[in-house]
């Protein structure tokens, strides 16, 4: 399979196949996790768990790709690809989630489209009745 993230296109953190990290874990830039990583990932705009990586973590991103083991929620703003040979047991948010034939997945989806400024709900008016308070006669 190709590689699924090209150096000269955009930047990123590439965490390597030797690297184990435990906590908080979040980037500006794409993230490409190819080691084991324990805790929280993210915001950030991209998140690749590469196909040697284990991962036990929720993760929160623009974008989700996992070619990798991951045991935790995937919550992405854009999309979730879960890619052939990828093994993911956690819940999955996202307005577009891809699960590729292969994949192993146990959990649940939900999707709903991303809310815009111009699609979110109008504010309501101020109620202006008398609010009734006391007891009743």
Known sequence: MADSYNVASEPASVLGTTLRF????????????NGQVEGIIGPAPKVTI?????????????????EGRVEGDLKAQVSIAIRPRANVRGNLESPLVNIAEGA?????????????????????????RPSRTG???
């Open 50 to 66: 590469g196909p040697e990586a284990h991962v036990k973590a929720s993760v929160n991103a623009d974008v989700i790709i996992v």
């Open 22 to 33: 435990k906590g908080e874990l979040s980037a500006s830039e794409a993230l490409v996790i």
């Open 104 to 128: 192993a997945f146990n959990g649940g989806v939900t999707m709903e489209p991303a809310r815009t400024d111009s699609r979110a709900a109008p504010a309501r008016a101020a109620d202006t």
């Open 135 to 137: 007891t009743a006669d």
